[in-house]
């Protein structure tokens, strides 16, 4: 017998403290065992309508264009570039952490002059600098931001921005990869044009999908392109075409995946969104307290911290992934380090969907307790 045919695929449970994926509830385990039908089966059109009803719900936002890419959250950054930006546009991008780094090697990719608004890792990119970029720029197609940067632990300030977008021809693009579920994203009234997600973090369901939104203001930029979307697996319009009312098959619905991100969905509304922002929030300031009570110094510029992500520096005689070694071996909890020059320097505590409860905070700092006394 091959080695590779015998042994069971039963991994250590863990506690997933880490920047995602965040734990998941045992209801969205079972509605992904729910038998796989077909693309166009009515059925799976009708849990189709239900995502797009809850997301809308989610995103705060009317967009007519709000469903999952099939895709990790990632595949919502491509999408928000590859459908609006033709090349030789010009696209603003605030850039003060890893994921905004991101942005901009995505943005090249599609042929755009990039305009960086650099700034501090751990910091915000103060709005009135991304204004005077876009002041500077009015021919901008589109401007974007991270709202949850996950790599730093910072909450981009949005409203302002988003006004001034509205007041002009510049999209307003936010990554809320890591806020949405967990934390306040209020689309259409801070004037963003094209928001997107993941399933992993903020709404605790496992990673696959990519939640999308699109003004259509936004839409109309894609529908009056010079060019062809090139990308055809992202291609908003005919996204649009499969999951609006003509239902013209563009590629096979991951079924499984639809099901678990309905239940997820349905548990965030049963609980109530703006209960479970609460929660976030709570228990997040309890977490940082908890910490600061071990010694420990926040990362994250003070005010702009964010409830679902806190970072905190690694203290100096404390030996970094030796550390988060012991707790994922000893304790099963998993954390995350820093990205880029952070690693080493910092650590990436989540407290996202499930995984955002008091006894967590408890085990957490109890093993943390123990392992640098
Ligand atoms: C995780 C993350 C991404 C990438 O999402 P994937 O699901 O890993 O593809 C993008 N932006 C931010 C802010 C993130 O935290």
Redesign the pocket.
């Known amino acids: 017998m091959e080695r590779w045919m015998v042994g069971e695929m039963k991994p250590t449970p863990r506690l997933l403290m880490g ?2 994926p965040s734990n998941v509830h045992y209801r969205v385990y079972q509605a992904m065992l729910t038998p796989v039908i077909g693309y166009l089966d009515p059925e799976l059109l009708k849990c189709m309508d239900d995502i797009k009803e809850m997301l809308k719900r989610l995103f705060q936002t009317k967009n007519e264009l709000t469903l999952a890419i099939s895709a ?4 919502g ?1 491509e999408a928000a570039f590859v459908n609006f930006v033709e090349p030789g546009d010009t696209v603003i991008v605030g850039v003060n952490g890893f ?1 905004a780094e ?1 942005m901009t090697e995505v943005a090249d990719r599609c042929g755009a002059r990039v305009i960086r608004v650099e700034g501090e890792w751990g910091k915000i990119v103060e709005p009135e600098r991304i204004i005077k970029a876009l002041r500077e720029h009015p021919e901008a197609k589109l401007c974007a931001v ?1 709202h ?3 790599s730093t632990g910072v909450r981009q300030p949005l409203e302002d921005i988003g006004a001034h977008c509205q007041r002009n021809e510049t999209l307003f693009v936010v ?1 809320a ?2 806020s949405l579920g967990a934390g306040e994203v209020k689309v259409d009234e801070w004037g963003i044009d094209v928001c997107y997600s ?1 399933t ?2 903020g709404i605790s369901v496992p ?1 696959g999908l ?1 939640p999308f939104t699109a003004s259509s203001r936004a839409m109309e930029v894609v529908r009056t392109r010079k060019t062809k979307v090139p990308s055809f697996y992202l291609d908003l319009l005919k996204l649009e075409n499969y999951w609006g009312e003509e239902r013209i098959y563009h590629h096979t619905a991951p079924a499984s995946m639809l099901y678990a991100l309905r239940e997820g969905l349905r548990i965030i509304f049963e609980e109530g969104l703006e209960a479970r922002l609460q929660r976030h929030q709570i228990l997040g300031d309890k977490l940082k307290m908890e910490l600061e009570n071990l010694g420990f110094k926040q990362f994250a510029q003070e005010g702009y911290r964010l409830s679902m992500l806190t970072s905190v520096h690694v203290p100096e005689k404390v030996d970094d992934a030796k550390t988060r070694m012991r707790l994922l071996n000893e304790y099963k909890i998993e954390i995350g380090g820093g990205l880029g020059h952070l690693k080493g320097k910092i650590w990436r505590i989540g407290l996202m969907g499930e995984t955002c409860r008091l006894q967590n905070i408890h085990l957490l700092t109890g093993a943390l307790k123990e392992i640098l006394k």
């Open positions: 920047p995602g990790t959250g990632s595949s950054m994921f991101r991270v949850a940067e996950t990554d990869v890591t993941c992993q973090k990673p990519s």
